[in-house]
């Protein structure tokens, strides 16, 4: 077990007096199961339930008060009551809807017992009628490694440290932008990190890629009954991953025969599962931020080294000394993607790009981000400042100045003037420093106030 930043927003989250029921949520394989096993560490008891197993199950069929039903818990797990905390996880839940309806008795009568659930498909429980006690749980995102989390896996500590705080010295960074596209090769999937963290054999990992995929297609009678949605989320699984981090249309989607209402539930499906995300635009460069539905969106999967193993990217990355020079620069956009996710806990957290609302234009700026009440342009691109058009296009209707390039060079800022003549402060963070954004912006707005 290699450290998982979501470690300590789990401590917090226990040493909270506001603290109710967590639910975890994760794709499949994300290690849910081996972060809470982790964590109970810390507790005198813990009590594990896999709802899908049958006699797990069953025990929430029972009408017994909480307290008694504690008890069974410590007998189904063969786990003898000690002095001190206890911890209760319930894995797979979306499997029992009565232990969905159990949560918010646990808040309400056994406050002093800390419950974790946790479920790769919570939502198949809409079919069922049941709902989540509103008011009565909280909510937390487990994703893929961040390229943080890699750096730990295999040792880097140091480096990972000075990552974490943007402060790397120069002498460092081809060494760490090295380790970032081999992160952006093979990905966050933690059996992924842990095996390439213990051998370094990259090829070996295709077996686990192979497994993964396996595994997210079989899980398609989970998502959809049957019937013509089961059909489209198979067709997604299996040809959607060569369309990360492009725009694209629903109907007849990567030219299958499926209609746009068809493709857009399966799609709706999916994201739910957390597998991916279908990314809006948004047409204001001031807040709020609000995404244009009617606006074609782009495709970002949950984690680039299942794209590049099932899009046969692998060769073209591995040779990529500038992975904005990789396949039309949609690798870098996907990974650039999947780091901005791991800023945020939140399970709603969304992503966004801007294009200009005037009609005819074509501006277009990668990503937008939401930091201190102003929407941040992000673009993911290398060369000279005057070639950043979409940027100067947006600053051009910003109220703030601020802008962010990410690319392979350094870490620097320019003072930079659009053609309309508007001055603006155009940060230019290396790949690795994504993940780090918030403490990036933070330094240059207190330097400016101060």
């Given at each position: ?23 975890l949520r994760g794709a499949r394989q994300v290690g849910k199961t ?27 069929d029972s009408s017994l008060p909480l307290s008694l039903l504690m ?380």
């Amino acid at each position: 077990m290699f450290e998982r930043d979501v470690l300590t927003k789990l401590k917090l989250w226990s040493e909270s007096k506001y603290r109710k029921p967590l639910i975890l949520r994760g794709a499949r394989q994300v290690g849910k199961t081996t972060v809470v096993n982790e964590f109970s560490k810390a507790f005198e008891n813990y009590l594990y339930l896999n709802l899908e197993h049958p006699e797990a199950n069953k025990l929430f069929d029972s009408s017994l008060p909480l307290s008694l039903l504690m008890d069974m818990f410590h007998v189904y797990c063969n786990k003898p009551k000690k002095e001190g905390k206890t911890l209760l996880f319930i894995d797979e839940i979306q499997n029992s809807p009565k232990a969905v309806a159990r949560l918010r008795y646990f808040y309400e009568e056994l406050p002093e017992v800390f419950v974790i659930a946790a479920g790769s498909l919570l939502e198949s429980l809409i079919d069922v009628h049941i709902s989540f006690p509103v008011g009565r749980v909280e909510y937390m995102a487990l994703r893929p490694c961040s390229f943080s989390e890699f750096l730990g896996a295999i040792g880097e500590t140091a480096l990972r440290n000075l990552v974490k705080k943007a402060e790397l010295p120069d002498a460092f960074h081809d060494r760490t932008i090295a380790l970032f596209n081999i992160y952006t090769l093979i990905g966050g999937m933690p059996e992924v990190v842990r095996n390439y963290a213990s051998d370094g054999d990259i090829i070996s990992l295709n077996k686990v890629y192979e497994t993964l995929l396996d595994g997210y297609r079989d899980d398609v009678e989970k998502y959809a009954k049957g019937g013509i949605l089961s059909d489209v989320i198979r067709y997604i699984l299996t040809e959607g991953w060569a369309f990360a981090g492009q725009s694209i249309t629903l109907g007849s989607f990567a030219g299958s025969p499926y209609k746009a209402r068809e493709v857009g539930e399966a799609f709706r499906t999916l994201t739910k599962a957390l597998l991916l995300e279908l990314v809006y635009p948004t047409v204001s460069a001031s807040i709020p931020l609000i995404s244009d539905m009617k606006r074609s969106p782009k495709l970002l999967w949950l984690d680039t080294g299942l794209v590049n193993y099932a899009a046969g990217l692998q060769k073209e990355i591995f040779g990529a000394s500038d992975i904005t020079d990789a396949w039309r620069g949609m690798i870098a956009e996907q990974i650039v993607g999947q780091e901005l996710l791991t800023l945020s806990d939140k399970v709603s957290q969304r992503r966004n790009y801007w294009v200009r609302g005037k009609a005819g234009s074509s501006a277009e700026v990668d990503f937008v981000y939401l930091y201190d009440s102003m929407i941040i342009p992000i673009e993911v691109k290398s060369g000279h400042n005057a070639k950043l058009r979409s940027i100067h296009s947006f600053m051009d209707e910003a109220p703030h100045n601020w802008a962010v390039r990410v690319w392979s060079g350094a870490y620097s800022v320019d003072e930079v003037k659009t053609p309309k003549g508007k001055y603006f402060h155009l940060i230019n963070i290396p790949f690795y420093y994504v993940g780090s954004l918030d403490v990036v912006m933070a330094k240059h707005i207190k330097s400016t106030i101060n």
